[in-house]
C-alpha cells in the first residue's frame, strides 16, 4: 500500500528532495493477563496506591509531511527507543532525512545510519555532550567536528558490527520559543545548500511524530484492545496502524486538487481534517471489503465529498489546542 503510494501518487510532499522521517516512541497501556505481562512487563504507576499497570514500548518511523506510518514496532516496555529505532532503518530510503530527539543521540547509532547513506537531525543532550555544551558557551551559531568514539562507544560498534571511525558532524545552535537554545548534529554539512536556520525549521517538522501516537490512541483506540493475548494486541496494533494509513491515502490522493481550490479563494489555508477521515474510514473500509470492486470508486468519491465538507483550518506550528472546523456548501 505504502510503495503503491510513493510510486504512483505525483504529489507526495518532500523536503529538498528528501521525504522527512520523525523516529519516536510512546508507551501503550495493555489489558492484564499473565500472558501480557510476560511478554510485555508491568509497570509500578507513581500514585498513593502505586497501581500496577501492564505497558509496551512502542516506535514509528513517520513520514511527517504525508501524514504515514512507515514503520512501527511494539516491544516490553523496558526496551530502549534506540534499540526500537535500529529495527527501522530497514524499513527507510536512500532519500529519507532521519529527524529524532535527544534520546536518539548515539555514536553507534549515528554512525550505522552514515554507513547505509542515511541523513539524519538529531537533537543532542547538552549536559552529556561536550561539543553541545562548548557551541552554547561560545556564542557561535555553528561548528564543524570531528567527533571520535569513547571506549563505550567503541566496544558498542564492535559488538555491532560497525564502523568506529571518526564521523565528521556539524552542530548548529538553534533558539526555542521560550527563548532558550539547543543543538543539533547532523550529517548534513554543506552550510550553502542547508543553512542553520533551515535546520532548525526543519527539527521543528518532527512535531507530527509526537502528535500521531496522541490520534492513535484517541481517534484509533489504540489502548482499547480486543483481547488479552500477545498475538490480539499484536493484531489490533498493526490494524489501527493500517486503517489510519488507508485514510490518510484515501484522503491525500482524493482530496488534494479539491483543497488547493479552496485555498485559492481564501485568506487562510484549510486541510483534511484527519480526525474524520480515520471516523469515516472505518465505514467505508468494510464496505469496500463487501461490494465488487468496480463499485469501489464510487464509494470513495463519496467519502472524499464527506471530508471535503469539514475541513480544518492549518494553524502554523500549533502544537496541541482545539481545532476550528469549517462546513462547505457544494459551491465553495
Known sequence: ????????????????????????????????????????????????????????????????????????????????????????????????????????????????LISQNHSFVIRLKERRWNIAKNLLQSGKTEEVHTIKPSSEAIKKCKQKGISYEPLTLRIVRVKIENGEDYVLITNLVDTTKYTFQELGDLYRLRWPTEESFKHLKLRGELENLSGKTTLAVKQDFFRIIARANLSQIISIATTTNQTKNINSKRKSDYQINRQQAYRKSKKIIEMIEKIPYRKWLEKIKNFANELMRQLEIVRPNRKSGTVKYFVFDEGD
Open 1 to 112: 500500500m505504502l510503495d503503491e503510494f510513493y510510486q504512483r501518487y505525483d504529489e507526495v510532499k518532500t523536503w529538498k528532495g528528501y521525504r522527512l522521517v520523525g523516529i519516536d516512541g510512546s508507551t501503550m497501556q495493555l489489558p492484564t493477563s499473565k500472558e501480557l505481562i510476560e511478554d510485555f512487563g508491568i509497570f509500578e504507576t507513581r500514585t498513593e496506591n502505586n497501581r500496577q499497570v501492564v505497558l509496551s514500548r512502542i516506535s514509528q518511523a513517520y513520514d511527517v509531511l504525508n501524514g504515514l506510518t512507515l514503520d512501527a514496532k511494539i516491544a516490553h516496555y523496558r526496551t530502549s527507543e534506540l534499540s526500537l529505532a535500529d529495527g527501522h532503518i530497514q524499513s527507510l530510503k536512500s532519500n529519507d532525512l532521519i529527524l529524532m530527539d535527544r534520546a536518539y543521540a548515539s555514536f553507534w547509532f549515528m554512525s550505522k
